[in-house]
């Protein structure tokens, strides 16, 4: 009888390293005293846990009775398949093949990035903290900020090869369920291998993949995240990955910045005026400058004429290659600054600013007009918050520009009338993209185009249709 | 599907969209001034100022001239002298020569209308002699004479002293039944270009003059006065003339009409005037109150004087440049006055003008 | 979450859909046919126009915000309503096509004298058919965004009030004008658009405001074309404003900032958003007729198939004026549809309710 238990267990031992055959990086002991043989990563688990909670115990124990009582503790899980068992040490767990048992206990400690500031959404004056890759310190700093139970956490696992990690988090009173439910139905009806990004998942889950706009908005501040889930709106989490993506998301949205409630009313405000007057010249100025200067010089001042006249005077090219290469310039110079590392990056905004644009000017290759508005152009586009929206802008203005080449004015128009046509048809979630300029929700407007003051902002968005709609009791 | 062919269809109008009307800013040559005049033959000579933009030239601008038979045939005529493509979007002054502005101007006012390019902002100016020779001539230190008048007529018409008349003032006068149509004088001094007057119309026929001196009071009479400059004589006590500087003038207009009882109208005029005294000239002192009272009231029966005055000769050649017909008409019924010719009985309104003077201030010395 | 049209929402859509082509030559119509102080005939052409639209609210009540084809149905034998069906896709479908191509005839004038004006058509075409197959809900999404983004150019017109006379007036009322029930046709034209209202009640909100806020977007839109007309006879003379044929061009090329001038250049491209939502909301209502008659096609194809004869018919005006005569000509019937329509439901409607009666 000990004899048959005894190849059993054997049996199951070997199908688990059968199971990890020619993976170098797992490590197995064994404790012969107490018949105990243990299996798991190395690098997936905390040294400090493993020691304490396993080698320490077990090198201690000098009978197999022992063992059974240790292993009665709470902390070591049994299990009876196999492949719950490899689940387990792949996920950073030690397994512990007793006598007559198997069990699990979780270390899990990989080697991680510790929280530093975000490069990408940088402000001025509040918390400076982001996420980091491991969805666990991430729900971390958010439970850290919302401190309420209400705080719920869906688990789903995600790529039928990489098994993700994807946490959805939503406020239980606040959020809308019907928006839970759709979310977390698009995201377990993802079917692929591997996904490796907040930013890719979000381009499983969307509305319209094919549209160029982002539907749902990407962070990694957790302070832009929390308010995001009290204002009624869901997370979701991906493990190895710091961008979190909010949902349901609108146009707007996307031009505000978490700043702007740091700072007084009036500035921040300002600010955001100041943005979409940015969204205005990166999409529209240097296809006005090519609709002007290609078909109607009438718009120009007299003042400003033979200025812009004697600027075009040595160009060879019409104004709308003219664009088009100064632009594509740009494009390069900005993709190859994002490569290099920051040093080498300084260089190429030299090179780049000074030495071509002043360069170009002089062989007379582009007007310097053209610079100024090329440049203007990239400038506002950076001034956008979301990486993702002014990239998106950037490619749009191309087409704006060859269609302002093409046909003036009228191109130009067609060109916004396309975007806006296209937005319309846009939904996230469901809810229009739109919102709440269209359909119009004039309540939500002071805090899009404007930020007022906190005590008018007494309701949370309409877009978020949830079930508890007013934030704060009005004290004026 | 259907999306992807309406895609498609895009892109051919992408590619078929380059096209023939493309105007590049370099290769034009826009028209900056153009100049009529009328030519022994009863044709018209045409005269275009176009600015040169390359830098490396001495040359500011290219003259060009075509005698043709119509305004817009002298374009085909100058494409011909050019390697530039002719365009007239951004003229901004018409030059009239005197002679074609006394045979009148409508005729080519009206086809500058009808171009979309031309806007309704391109200025009209009279000149004294061939609008073609002077807009030729060289005016130093201005190196395009085109230029140097639309800014002089600028800076005039700012001060109120010398009106600017746009193509849509003309046609907008032209067109009112109660107003005749004005246009500013300029004349070639030489080495200076100078403002030497306003020409008033009847229908569009120059018929009268008004000399830059008295360009003041036709101003006040014709309508506000934000910011004027002027300087009024004034008939002293001695005899002697004086002269007061006025600045920062402001001023109103008010009219009265009435029917009098043996049928013909009467005009009252009210003019009311405020303005700082820079200079005086006369006997009085402006430190009493009762001084510069005295001299309100004697600036005040100056304007009316010259003012009635001007109007009489108005009134002999038959233009009602001041739009005294509008308020006649307003006071009639719409039957009274289509039945009336009111050019007809301009002349024999009854006008009265009434002048109230107010210094603000005399300066900061005493 | 069915969406469903709100009122502020209806009234842009109304407005935009009433706003058109027409705001460029209305000054000169009014100047024109009516003479002095043309402006006021705008009042009781709104009067009329709320008229109209009190009928429609009519209908919705009385039909309870039933589709109006439903109530057909229910009372006419489909195979009579054929006709009629037919007759309307072709009222509005052309009436749509000729609006778009009067604008891209008038944009040609304006910059492109030499290209083929049927390429701008295409394009006109495009943006509708993109739009189109998006529905309704986008296009009142369009209709509020365009809103919006045209919003601010009444604020150009306080830029020529300087010029502003209230002498240029004239204390007549309504002298010298000629053939005046011809031009009162071509003006009440202006205002048409409300009667697609009409095909809106199954996706508007049941909230109580709706019909007001068709009167709203009425209101609305003649209160600017008050305005309009106003400003226009107060700027130019009588006679002056007669010749003008694109009055609204005219004071926009006048106004000049220090950055930019000739704004007609720019601004005339966003009118394009007024005129395609008229355009797009005409063939909107083509196609949901179209749709009663070919319930099984799919969307697309219908849209498709209706915006490429629009465009084939609409290469046989050639000039503007032969455009203006099938605008004049398709604005009579559109005014007829606009009021019989109405009138035909609610008797249908109270002889329905008749029968109800008799059989309850």
Same mark, same amino acid.
């Given at each position: 009888?000990?004899?048959?238990?005894?190849?059993?267990?054997?049996?199951?031992l070997?199908?688990?390293?059968?199971?990890?055959?020619?993976?170098?990086?797992?490590?197995?002991?064994?404790?012969p005293?107490?018949?105990a043989?243990?299996?798991?990563?190395?690098?997936s688990?905390?040294?400090?846990?493993?020691?304490?909670?396993?080698l320490?115990?077990l090198s201690?124990?000098?009978?197999?009775?022992?063992?059974?009582q240790?292993?009665c503790?709470?902390q070591?899980?049994?299990?009876?398949?196999?492949?719950?068992?490899v689940?387990?040490i792949?996920?950073?767990?030690?397994?512990?093949?007793?006598?007559?048992s198997?069990?699990?206990?979780?270390?899990?400690?990989?080697e991680?990035?510790?929280?530093?500031?975000?490069?990408?959404?940088?402000i001025i004056?509040?918390?400076?903290d982001a996420?980091?890759e491991?969805?666990?310190t991430?729900?971390s700093l958010?439970?850290?900020?919302?401190?309420?139970?209400?705080?719920?956490?869906?688990?789903c696992?995600v790529?039928?090869?990489?098994?993700?990690?994807?946490?959805?988090?939503y406020?239980?009173?606040?959020?809308?369920?019907?928006?839970?439910?759709?979310?977390?139905?698009?995201?377990?009806r993802i079917?692929?291998?591997?996904?490796?990004?907040?930013?890719?998942l979000?381009q499983?889950?969307?509305?319209?993949?094919t549209?160029?706009?982002p539907q749902?908005?990407?962070?990694?501040?957790?302070?832009?995240s929390?308010?995001?889930l009290?204002?009624?709106k869901?997370?979701?989490l991906?493990?190895?990955?710091?961008?979190?993506?909010s949902?349901?998301? *609108?146009?707007?949205?996307?031009f *505000?910045?978490?700043?702007?409630?740091?700072?007084r009313w009036?500035?921040?405000?300002?600010?955001?005026?100041?943005?979409?007057v940015?969204?205005?010249?990166?999409?529209?100025l240097?296809?006005?400058?090519?609709?002007v200067?290609?078909f109607?010089?009438e718009?120009?001042p007299?003042?400003?004429?033979l200025?812009?006249?004697?600027s075009?005077?040595?160009?060879?090219?019409?104004?709308?290659?003219?664009?088009?290469?100064m632009?594509?310039t740009?494009?390069?110079?900005?993709e190859?600054?994002?490569?290099?590392?920051?040093?080498?990056?300084?260089?190429?905004?030299?090179?780049?600013g000074?030495?071509?644009?002043?360069?170009?000017?002089?062989?007379?290759?582009t007007?310097?007009?053209?610079?100024?508005?090329?440049a203007s152009?990239?400038?506002?586009?950076?001034?956008?918050? *979301?990486?993702?929206?002014s990239?998106s802008?950037?490619?749009?203005?191309?087409?704006?520009?060859?269609?302002?080449?093409?046909?003036?004015?009228?191109?130009?128009?067609f060109?916004?009338?396309?975007?806006?046509?296209?937005l319309?048809?846009?939904?996230?979630l469901?809810?229009?993209?739109?919102i709440?300029v269209?359909p119009?929700?004039s309540?939500?407007?002071?805090?899009?185009f404007?930020?007022?003051?906190f005590?008018?902002?007494v309701?949370?968005?309409?877009?978020?249709?949830?079930?508890?709609?007013?934030?704060?009791?009005?004290?004026? | 599907?259907?999306k992807?062919?309406?895609?498609?269809?895009?892109?051919?109008?992408?590619?078929?969209?380059?096209s023939?009307?493309q105007r590049?800013?370099?290769?034009?040559?826009?028209?900056?001034?153009?100049a009529?005049d009328?030519?022994?033959g009863? =044709?018209l000579?045409?005269?275009?100022s176009?600015p040169?933009?390359?830098?490396?030239?001495?040359?500011?601008?290219e003259?060009?001239?075509a005698?043709?038979?119509?305004v817009?045939?002298?374009?085909? +005529?100058f494409?011909?002298?050019?390697?530039?493509?002719?365009?007239?979007?951004?003229?901004?002054?018409?030059?009239?020569?005197m002679?074609?502005?006394e045979?009148?101007l409508?005729?080519?006012?009206?086809?500058?209308?009808?171009d979309?390019?031309?806007g309704?902002? +391109?200025?009209?100016?009279?000149?004294?002699g061939?609008?073609?020779?002077?807009?030729?001539a060289e005016?130093?230190?201005?190196?395009?004479?085109?230029r140097?008048i639309t800014?002089?007529?600028?800076k005039e018409?700012?001060?109120?002293?010398i009106?600017?008349?746009?193509?849509?003032?003309?046609?907008?006068?032209?067109?009112?039944d109660?107003?005749?149509v004005?246009?500013?004088?300029?004349s070639?001094?030489?080495? =200076?270009?100078r403002v030497?007057?306003?020409?008033?119309?009847?229908g569009?026929r120059?018929?009268?003059?008004?000399?830059?001196k008295?360009?003041?009071?036709?101003a006040?009479?014709?309508?506000k006065?934000?910011r004027g400059?002027?300087a009024?004589?004034l008939e002293?006590?001695?005899?002697k003339r004086?002269?007061?500087v006025?600045?920062?003038?402001?001023?109103?207009?008010k009219v009265?009409?009435?029917?009098?009882?043996?049928?013909?109208? =009467?005009v009252?005029?009210y003019v009311?005037?405020?303005?700082?005294?820079?200079d005086?000239?006369g006997q009085r002192?402006?430190?009493?109150e009762?001084?510069?009272?005295?001299?309100?009231?004697?600036?005040?029966?100056?304007?009316?004087?010259?003012?009635?005055?001007?109007?009489r000769?108005m009134?002999?050649?038959?233009?009602?440049a001041l739009g005294?017909?509008q308020?006649?008409?307003n006071?009639?019924?719409?039957?009274?006055?289509?039945?009336?010719d009111?050019?007809?009985m301009?002349?024999?309104?009854?006008?009265?003008?009434?002048?109230?003077? =107010?210094?603000?201030d005399?300066?900061?010395?005493m | 979450?069915?969406?469903?049209?709100?009122?502020?929402?209806l009234?842009v859509?109304?407005?935009?859909?009433?706003v058109?082509?027409?705001?460029?030559?209305?000054p000169?119509?009014l100047?024109?046919y009516?003479?002095t102080?043309?402006?006021?005939f @705008?009042?009781?052409?709104?009067?009329?126009?709320s008229?109209?639209i009190?009928?429609i609210?009519?209908?919705?009540r009385?039909g309870?915000?039933?589709?109006?084809?439903?109530i057909l149905?229910?009372s006419?034998?489909? @195979?009579?309503?054929?006709?009629?069906?037919?007759?309307?896709?072709?009222?509005?479908?052309?009436?749509?096509?000729?609006?778009g191509?009067?604008?891209?005839l008038?944009?040609?004038?304006?910059?492109f004298?030499t290209t083929?004006?049927?390429?701008?058509k295409?394009m006109?075409?495009?943006l509708?058919?993109?739009l189109?197959?998006?529905?309704?809900?986008?296009?009142?999404?369009a209709a509020?965004?365009?809103?919006w983004?045209t919003?601010w150019?009444?604020l150009? @017109?306080?830029?020529?009030?300087?010029?502003?006379n209230?002498?240029?007036l004239?204390?007549?009322?309504l002298q010298?004008?000629?053939?005046?029930i011809?031009?009162g046709l071509?003006v009440?034209?202006?205002?048409?658009?409300?009667?697609?209202?009409?095909l809106l009640?199954?996706?508007?909100s049941?909230?109580?405001?709706?019909?007001?806020?068709?009167?709203?977007?009425?209101a609305?839109?003649?209160?600017?074309?008050?305005?309009?007309g106003?400003?226009?006879?107060?700027?130019?003379?009588?006679?002056?404003l007669?010749?003008?044929?694109?009055?609204?061009?005219d004071?926009?090329?006048?106004?000049q900032?220090?950055f930019?001038?000739?704004l007609?250049?720019?601004?005339?491209?966003?009118?394009?958003f007024?005129?395609?939502?008229t355009?797009?909301?005409y063939?909107?209502g083509?196609?949901?007729?179209?749709?009663?008659?070919l319930?099984?096609?799919?969307?697309?194809?219908?849209?498709?198939?209706l915006?490429?004869?629009?465009?084939s018919?609409?290469?046989?005006?050639?000039t503007?004026?032969?455009?203006n005569?099938w605008?004049?000509?398709?604005?009579?019937?559109?005014i007829g549809?606009?009021?019989g329509?109405p009138?035909?439901?609610?008797?249908?409607l109270?002889i329905?309710?008749?029968?109800?009666?008799?059989?309850?």
């Amino acid at each position: 009888m000990p004899k048959q238990q005894d190849q059993q267990e054997r049996l199951s031992l070997r199908h688990i390293l059968q199971e990890f055959e020619e993976c170098a990086d797992l490590t197995q002991r064994e404790f012969p005293e107490i018949g105990a043989y243990i299996v798991y990563f190395s690098h997936s688990v905390d040294n400090l846990l493993l020691i304490n909670q396993v080698l320490d115990p077990l090198s201690s124990l000098k009978r197999k009775k022992d063992l059974e009582q240790l292993l009665c503790e709470s902390q070591f899980v049994p299990v009876t398949d196999s492949k719950t068992a490899v689940k387990g040490i792949l996920g950073g767990g030690v397994a512990i093949f007793a006598a007559d048992s198997v069990h699990l206990i979780d270390v899990f400690g990989p080697e991680a990035r510790s929280v530093t500031e975000s490069e990408t959404e940088s402000i001025i004056a509040g918390p400076h903290d982001a996420f980091v890759e491991s969805a666990t310190t991430n729900i971390s700093l958010i439970r850290r900020r919302i401190r309420s139970s209400h705080l719920k956490v869906i688990h789903c696992a995600v790529g039928e090869v990489s098994k993700t990690d994807v946490y959805i988090l939503y406020m239980k009173d606040i959020a809308n369920l019907d928006y839970v439910k759709d979310l977390e139905g698009r995201i377990r009806r993802i079917e692929t291998d591997a996904i490796n990004d907040g930013g890719m998942l979000s381009q499983y889950i969307e509305d319209k993949p094919t549209s160029v706009f982002p539907q749902f908005l990407t962070t990694e501040r957790p302070d832009v995240s929390s308010s995001k889930l009290v204002s009624g709106k869901i997370l979701v989490l991906i493990d190895n990955s710091p961008t979190v993506i909010s949902a349901p998301a *609108s146009f707007f949205e996307f031009f *505000s910045s978490s700043d702007d409630y740091y700072e007084r009313w009036v500035l921040g405000t300002a600010l955001r005026l100041v943005r979409y007057v940015a969204l205005l010249i990166t999409l529209m100025l240097t296809a006005l400058y090519v609709a002007v200067t290609s078909f109607h010089y009438e718009m120009i001042p007299e003042s400003m004429l033979l200025t812009l006249a004697e600027s075009r005077n040595r160009v060879p090219f019409p104004p709308v290659y003219e664009a088009l290469m100064m632009e594509f310039t740009i494009e390069l110079l900005r993709e190859a600054g994002a490569r290099l590392p920051t040093k080498v990056g300084q260089t190429i905004g030299i090179v780049g600013g000074i030495v071509i644009g002043q360069a170009a000017v002089q062989a007379g290759l582009t007007s310097n007009i053209l610079i100024i508005s090329v440049a203007s152009s990239a400038i506002a586009s950076f001034v956008i918050p *979301s990486y993702l929206m002014s990239a998106s802008l950037r490619v749009i203005r191309f087409g704006v520009i060859i269609l302002a080449g093409v046909w003036g004015n009228m191109g130009l128009v067609f060109g916004i009338a396309v975007i806006v046509i296209h937005l319309c048809g846009l939904s996230s979630l469901g809810s229009s993209y739109l919102i709440p300029v269209a359909p119009m929700r004039s309540r939500d407007w002071k805090d899009v185009f404007i930020r007022a003051p906190f005590f008018a902002l007494v309701t949370r968005p309409t877009q978020n249709q949830t079930s508890n709609p007013i934030r704060q009791k009005n004290r004026k | 599907m259907v999306k992807r062919i309406a895609a498609m269809l895009a892109l051919v109008l992408l590619l078929t969209g380059c096209s023939t009307d493309q105007r590049i800013l370099d290769r034009l040559g826009m028209v900056q001034t153009a100049a009529f005049d009328s030519t022994e033959g009863g =044709k018209l000579l045409v005269t275009a100022s176009i600015p040169v933009i390359d830098p490396n030239t001495e040359e500011h601008r290219e003259i060009l001239q075509a005698e043709t038979d119509s305004v817009k045939e002298a374009r085909l +005529v100058f494409s011909r002298q050019t390697d530039l493509r002719v365009v007239s979007g951004q003229m901004r002054e018409l030059l009239f020569g005197m002679d074609l502005a006394e045979k009148g101007l409508w005729k080519y006012v009206e086809t500058q209308l009808r171009d979309p390019s031309v806007g309704f902002s +391109v200025k009209l100016t009279i000149v004294d002699g061939k609008a073609g020779e002077l807009l030729a001539a060289e005016h130093k230190p201005h190196a395009d004479t085109g230029r140097y008048i639309t800014h002089l007529l600028e800076k005039e018409a700012s001060g109120n002293n010398i009106p600017a008349t746009t193509l849509y003032e003309f046609s907008r006068d032209y067109n009112d039944d109660g107003i005749d149509v004005i246009a500013p004088i300029v004349s070639d001094g030489s080495d =200076k270009v100078r403002v030497s007057g306003i020409a008033l119309f009847a229908g569009d026929r120059m018929v009268m003059r008004v000399p830059v001196k008295e360009g003041l009071i036709f101003a006040l009479c014709r309508g506000k006065l934000k910011r004027g400059e002027a300087a009024l004589d004034l008939e002293g006590q001695s005899g002697k003339r004086e002269v007061a500087v006025f600045s920062s003038v402001t001023s109103k207009r008010k009219v009265k009409v009435h029917r009098l009882p043996d049928g013909r109208f =009467k005009v009252d005029l009210y003019v009311s005037l405020q303005g700082s005294v820079l200079d005086y000239t006369g006997q009085r002192t402006l430190k009493e109150e009762a001084d510069r009272h005295e001299l309100e009231k004697e600036v005040a029966l100056s304007i009316e004087d010259k003012a009635e005055q001007l109007i009489r000769q108005m009134q002999q050649k038959k233009t009602d440049a001041l739009g005294l017909g509008q308020y006649v008409r307003n006071s009639l019924s719409y039957k009274a006055w289509e039945d009336m010719d009111w050019r007809e009985m301009y002349p024999e309104v009854e006008v009265k003008c009434h002048a109230k003077v =107010k210094i603000k201030d005399y300066g900061k010395y005493m | 979450m069915t969406e469903k049209i709100r009122p502020f929402n209806l009234a842009v859509l109304v407005y935009m859909s009433q706003v058109g082509i027409v705001v460029f030559t209305l000054p000169r119509t009014l100047a024109d046919y009516f003479g002095t102080n043309g402006w006021l005939f @705008l009042i009781p052409c709104f009067l009329l126009v709320s008229f109209n639209i009190y009928l429609i609210s009519c209908v919705y009540r009385l039909g309870k915000g039933r589709s109006v084809f439903d109530i057909l149905e229910q009372s006419v034998p489909k @195979l009579l309503l054929y006709p009629l069906y037919a007759a309307l896709i072709t009222v509005w479908m052309l009436f749509g096509c000729v609006i778009g191509k009067k604008y891209v005839l008038l944009f040609q004038m304006l910059a492109f004298p030499t290209t083929n004006p049927m390429v701008f058509k295409l394009m006109f075409d495009l943006l509708a058919f993109m739009l189109i197959i998006k529905g309704i809900y986008a296009i009142s999404r369009a209709a509020t965004m365009f809103f919006w983004i045209t919003l601010w150019m009444y604020l150009l @017109l306080l830029w020529v009030l300087p010029d502003f006379n209230w002498v240029r007036l004239t204390p007549f009322i309504l002298q010298g004008g000629h053939d005046q029930i011809k031009g009162g046709l071509e003006v009440y034209g202006a205002f048409l658009g409300y009667e697609m209202s009409l095909l809106l009640f199954p996706y508007i909100s049941k909230a109580k405001g709706s019909m007001a806020a068709i009167q709203a977007g009425n209101a609305y839109l003649s209160f600017s074309y008050i305005n309009l007309g106003l400003i226009s006879f107060g700027i130019f003379s009588q006679d002056q404003l007669k010749q003008l044929l694109y009055p609204l061009l005219d004071i926009l090329a006048y106004i000049q900032f220090p950055f930019v001038e000739r704004l007609e250049n720019l601004l005339y491209g966003f009118f394009l958003f007024l005129v395609l939502i008229t355009a797009v909301m005409y063939w909107w209502g083509a196609l949901e007729t179209a749709r009663r008659i070919l319930p099984r096609l799919k969307q697309q194809v219908l849209t498709f198939m209706l915006l490429g004869i629009t465009y084939s018919i609409s290469f046989i005006p050639k000039t503007i004026d032969e455009v203006n005569t099938w605008i004049g000509f398709l604005g009579n019937v559109t005014i007829g549809i606009a009021f019989g329509l109405p009138l035909l439901l609610i008797t249908l409607l109270l002889i329905q309710k008749k029968g109800e009666k008799r059989d309850g």
